[in-house]
């Protein structure tokens, strides 16, 4: 049979509470004298005689205790006068109180990180998209110059039209250095001699501008071609972000 704090004053629960202090103090008084000197477990003994009565000779403990003793949770008011489980009740309060918050907390910032991913992945479909327009805008701007303008395909190309246009403009100058020096020596020059003249002044120049815009469409190709390889590129690098 578990002991109990009566037990320790050789007492019973139906003692009055002038009885249980003649208990303790005969308890008290021999564990204190001569003859209890020299049983081992006198401290023992000592300190669970103080422990009981620390208990028992209150009141209100003492209620408190008969209580829990007879199998029923002790009233609210015993315990607020021993001033047992007060503290702990206004700590479970307490303790469900910062468990709310704490689940309020995690609730909303759960939201916010759920609104900034949906965010993000908003954004990130809305630049890839703009990216994706802008590369099929490039690409068919340089399908449309391959077709309509005539811009050159190969290096070789590239380079026969940079000899056409050099060679142009060689020859506008070479007509150009003659007319001045026929001008100088101040030769008649017949009729058809001057439309043969103006005639091939005519082709050069139709030539020299057939080159330049071989030469400035090579050039946009060229630049388009960038664009477009810059803009894939960082299509490439937002979806490996998403």
């Not at 704490?102 to 759920?114: H, P, S, T």
């Not at 400035?216 to 390889?229: G, T, V």
Request: hydrophobic share 40%; charged share 35%.
């Amino acid at each position: 049979m578990k002991r109990t704090l009566y037990d320790a004053l050789q007492a019973r629960a139906d003692f009055t509470d002038a009885q249980l202090k003649r208990c303790y103090e005969r308890l008290i008084e021999y564990l204190d004298s001569p003859a209890a000197a020299e049983q081992p477990d006198r401290d023992a003994q000592q300190f669970a005689v103080r422990e009981a009565w620390s208990v028992l000779g209150n009141p209100v403990t003492r209620a408190a205790y008969d209580e829990r003793l007879r199998g029923a949770p002790p009233s609210r008011e015993a315990l607020a006068l021993a001033g047992v489980g007060a503290g702990d009740e206004t700590a479970g309060r307490m303790r469900w109180l910062l468990l709310g918050l704490v689940v309020l907390l995690a609730f909303g910032l759960w939201q916010g990180v759920r609104s900034f991913l949906h965010q993000s992945d908003r954004w990130a479909q809305g630049v890839s998209s703009e990216i994706e327009a802008k590369r099929r805008e490039a690409a068919s701007r340089i399908q449309m110059q391959e077709r309509v303008g005539g811009a050159p395909q190969a290096e070789s190309a590239d380079a026969r039209r940079q000899r056409e246009y050099e060679a142009a403009m060689k020859a506008a100058d070479t007509n150009e250095q003659a007319r001045e020096a026929a001008a100088d020596e101040d030769e008649p020059m017949s009729a058809r001699d001057t439309a043969l003249a103006e005639r091939e002044a005519r082709e050069q120049e139709a030539k020299r501008a057939e080159a330049q815009r071989a030469y400035e469409a090579r050039r946009r190709l060229e630049r388009d071609k960038a664009e477009l390889e810059r803009l894939q590129e960082e299509n490439n690098t937002v979806m490996r972000l998403r």
